[in-house]
Every structure is written in C-alpha cells, then in structure tokens.
C-alpha cells in the first residue's frame, strides 16, 4: 500500500507557512481573499486536488485561481470535479481543514486523517488541469499550487491564462474524451470551435444583429472575447471595450457585471460610446457573470440582468420544446434565489414551474438537474441552462413528423452544444442571447418590456456577529432572532407589492437586506426601516450611522 510522500511534503510544505492568526474558509466560490495572504492555502490545495484525483480513480481535477468580481487585490482558488461542476460539498470541509493546519507537522497529520477516513488509495494516478486569470498575484499563487502537486506526485496541465468558464470546459472534455458523452475538444480552441459553430447554424439565414458593446472588465474575458469574435466572423460582430488587461488597478474598477449590478448605471468609460436602443453587455473579472443595459431615448439607463435572462431564454426554450412535439415528454423548469425580483418570478411561473433555492450557484446547479431542462440565472448575472442526459439523447433520437417539428429539434439539439452546460458562462450566455434576440427582432427594449422590475434595494448592515441569524424557506424568512420576522412581515403589510427578507453573508460579519416595492422611493424606504430593526436587533457597528446603511 503506497503512503504519502512525506519527505516531498515537509520540504515543500515548509516553503509556504500558513499565516498566524489567519483564518480560511472553503466557500461556494473556493478560497478567496487578499492574494498577498494566500501562498500557504495554493499550495495546500495543489496536495488536496491531488488526493481528490487518486480518490476518484485517476479522474483529472480542474483548479482554477481567479477571484473573479472581487477587486485586484485579492484572490482565490476553487477545485472543479471531472463533470465539470464544482467540488463536492463534503470535500469543502476536508480543504478548509487542511487550509488552517497551523504548522507543517499537523498539515501532515491532516492529510494522513483524510487519507484514512476517505479510503484514498495512493497508489492510484493524480492528474490536474489549472488555471488563472489576468490578476499580477497569479503567476506567485500558481507556483506555491505547482509545488503541491510535486509533493504529492501530480501530473499537471497548465491551461494558462484563460476564464474559469473554460476551465470548466477542459475539465470536463478531458475526462469523457473518446466517450459517447465526448464533450468536444480538450481546448481553448475545442471551446471557441464549438460555441461559435453552434451560434454560427442558430442564426443561418437571419438578420444578422447589429454590432454588440461588450465592457470586458479589463480582465480575461477581454482575451477570450476577442479570440471567439475571430472565430464569429461576420455572425455576430462585437466591440470590446475596457480591455486593458495590464493596467494596474484596473480590473473590475468602476466597469464589469457587478459594477452595472450594484450601481445600476453604465460603466463610465461607455459612457460616450453607447447610443440609445443600442446594446451593451458587461462581463466580470473571469468571465462567468453577464449583464446586459441600453439607454432609452431620453437617455435613461436600463439593466437586463440575470432574471431578464433567464426569462428571455426560458420561454424561448419552452416555445421549441412544443414546436419539437416534445411538450408532453420534456419538462423545462426554472430555478431563482429570493433575490429574483418578483415580478421576473410572476413572469416565468405563469409560463412554467418555477422553483426557488437559497442563494449558491451549488443550490441553484443542484436543483436545475431535477428537471428535464433546468434554467438557472441569479440576478448577479451567473447562470446557465442544463440539458439532464436522458433529455439529450432524446433530443438526439426523437423523430420529428413535420418540417417546423425537424426545424425546432434542430435548434435544441444546437442549444445544447451552445450553452456551458457545466457552470455560467458569460461568453455562452451571450450568445445565447444573442439567438434568442435574433429569433424574437427584439432590440434590448422590446426584451426589457416582457415585464417590468419592481423597484428593489439591497443594503447591508454590519453586525458583531452575522451567526445569530439563521434563516429558513430559501433564505425567506428569518428563524433567529425571535420575533425578528414578525416585526419584518409588519413592517412590508406596510407597502404596495411589498416584499422583504434578511440573510446573513457568508463570507463577513455583515447581515443583508433585500426589499422591494411598487416606487423606488418605497422600496428604498421599506430596506432602510427593515435595516433599522436589524441594526437595533444585533446591535450594529456603532461606528456606521444608519444612513449609511443605503
């Protein structure tokens, strides 16, 4: 029975020291933290992914070091297992174990616990395919994650400078290559071929749409963007914009999807570009959120985010699965958070089941695998459509009795090949988008008026301790503290289409507030009130007034 190379890891381990009076945390978006702090934890994850390999038989690991949305100082890391989906839950305990082992000895002590309790079998091969984005604290992070997998022996690919998307991508192509459930290429490359051959037989014999306004983040979606508009051609002509990849500071500064989320305004730098009815998309940092905005005639901006996504490409895919005689056979479903504004959620549960998760893409992935085809999009702008696997080989065998049933097959069947099944995918959903406006000559307003958002506000209150809280119903309604709720629900009976729910952060000491109503002036009104009790209730960082709670 082989045993951990423990000479290879004390010599090694002893390179990256794990920071004092540092606390790591494994969370729904791998580690992630200032990048200067993080040396210790890359390398411990390069010995973990290698173990997570040898435990699934030799199956290649994706690690991906990117810390997406965040600003360029931090940075993180995150395991993707061989389907391309993000790492098992029970294994987030196991790699923030092994983050925190204080010294060198008791980091081998962990290991050698885990190894034991989770029957890994040494001797078996350890492969790994990784990743980085554009941040300057990469290529020192990627070196401590290298020598973890020299110490525990790992073969490893280094996919280079690419978006998580497209790790995802390569994980999963690796693993079923030469498998009827062949993926596509194991690529860069494979990953633009395929897409951009997909959207390329969607839009044959349409108009083609006006030129796109793609804001980059000035991250790595800029380098990816720019190789799928070559591989695009005239399909579908996009203009990139914040591109500056090398620019200290610039990353997510002031552009990028949560910048247009959060701030509901156009990234300034677009400013004198965007046209009114003109549209414009804007990526994040590694390129797996999407949002998208226009201005209207007077100038006034508007946001298509996640849930006007979702409701966009749902009824779209529902409209083909009917026209493909499939409606019987095929349920489509859509998955939301309770941070779906509601009017998105009325829209979409008119037309087909909906279903509401608490917040985490894992949440959201796991619950969209119950239906046939599973629509999922946070309003942040993550999401993607799963096809399950008996629904693709449905797709793929089903004879069609009329032209328009052959014709809509053909679609779906070019849909699955389209859409990054395996995680959100900005460049994806793009063209997915993209289609479906093609098919709908919808211009972004035409897409905006399928409903219209009631107001909303997210705010966040400091607390001494976010544990206190605990939440039920997806995150809808608050258990702890007692009677907290009722003074909630009081308080939104107040307000016309009011609706309001708490939930502790999961990253910080901070509890947030989400509130909608008819009027932004109510809206705002009801979170900052719904703030108040909060703040009363945990007795809130004294130092923050409650004005600058909004």
């Given amino acids: 029975m082989a045993e951990l190379p423990l000479e ?25 933290t200032l990048g200067s702090t993080m040396d210790s934890v890359m390398f411990r994850v390069g010995v973990l992914a290698g173990l997570r390999s040898k435990k699934l038989d030799g199956k290649t690991i994706g690690v991906m070091v990117t810390a997406s949305h965040n600003p360029e100082p931090d940075n993180g890391v995150k395991l993707v297992d061989p389907r391309g989906e993000m790492l098992e839950a029970s294994w987030e305990v196991h790699a923030t174990t092994l983050a925190n082992a204080p010294t060198t000895e008791a980091f081998i002590e962990a290991l050698s616990t885990l190894v034991k309790n989770a029957k ?7 492969r790994v395919v990784y990743a980085r984005d554009t941040r300057p604290s990469g290529p020192a992070l990627v070196a401590a994650l290298e020598d973890g997998f020299k110490a525990i022996g790992v073969s490893a690919r280094n996919a280079e400078v690419t978006t998580t998307p497209v790790l995802h991508y390569l994980v999963k192509a690796i693993n079923t290559k030469g498998t009827k459930d062949e993926y596509g290429e194991d690529s860069e490359e494979g990953y633009m071929e395929k897409l951009s051959s997909a959207f390329k037989k969607l ?10 306004i793609v804001d980059c983040a000035n991250g790595v979606g800029a380098r990816a963007a720019a190789k ?7 399909s579908l002509k996009l203009i990139l914009h914040n591109t500056a990849t090398t620019t200290p500071g610039a990353l997510n500064n002031a552009c990028g999807a949560d910048f247009v989320k959060t701030s509901q305004k156009i990234p300034p730098s677009l400013v004198s570009i965007l046209k009114p009815g003109q549209r414009a998309c804007s990526l994040d940092g590694d390129a797996d959120r999407l949002i998208y905005f226009y201005l209207d005639d007077r100038g006034l901006f508007h946001m298509l985010d996640g849930d006007k996504i979702a409701a966009l490409v749902a009824a779209f895919i529902v409209e083909l699965v009917k ?20 009017a998105s959620t009325k829209y979409l549960a008119d037309r087909l089941p909906v279903t509401c998760v608490s917040t985490g893409v894992k949440h959201l992935h796991h619950a969209a695998e119950r239906y046939d085809i599973g629509v999922y999009f946070e309003a942040n702008g993550h999401g993607t459509v799963l096809f399950s696997p008996e629904t693709t080989e449905k797709l793929n065998t089903h004879q069609p009795s009329t032209p328009a049933q052959s014709t809509a097959l053909g679609h779906l069947v070019n849909l699955t090949r389209l859409i990054n099944q395996t995680v959100g995918d900005a460049l994806s959903d793009m063209l997915l988008v993209e289609v479906v ?16 958002d009631l107001p909303n506000r997210l705010v966040k209150v400091v607390v001494p301790d976010r544990n206190i809280f605990k939440t039920e119903d997806a995150e809808r309604r608050l258990i702890s503290p007692p009677g907290l709720q009722q003074k909630i629900d009081e308080l939104v009976r107040r307000y016309e289409f009011g609706r309001a729910f708490v939930r502790p952060s999961g990253t910080e000491d901070v509890v947030r507030v989400y509130a909608e109503a008819t009027s932004r002036a109510q809206a705002d009104d009801l979170a900052y009130r719904v703030a108040g009790l909060v703040y009363d209730e945990a007795g809130g960082d004294t130092s923050r007034r409650p004005a600058e709670f909004l």
Avoid: C
């Fill in 203 to 212: 839009v044959a014999g349409k108009v083609s749409p006006p030129p796109l």
């Fill in 323 to 342: 026209g493909a005689g499939l409606g019987e056979e095929i349920q489509v479903g859509v998955v939301q958070t309770a941070y779906a504004n509601g």
């Fill in 228 to 234: 799928l508009s070559d591989y695009l051609g005239d």
């Fill in 437 to 452: 406006l093609v098919y709908k000559s919808y211009s972004g307003i035409e897409w905006d008026s399928l409903y219209h």
């Fill in 8 to 32: 290879a890891l004390r010599k090694l381990s002893d390179l990256h020291p794990k920071p004092a009076n540092l606390h790591f945390q494994y969370g729904t978006a791998g580690f992630r």
């Fill in 120 to 126: 890994i079998d040494l001797s078996k091969p350890a």
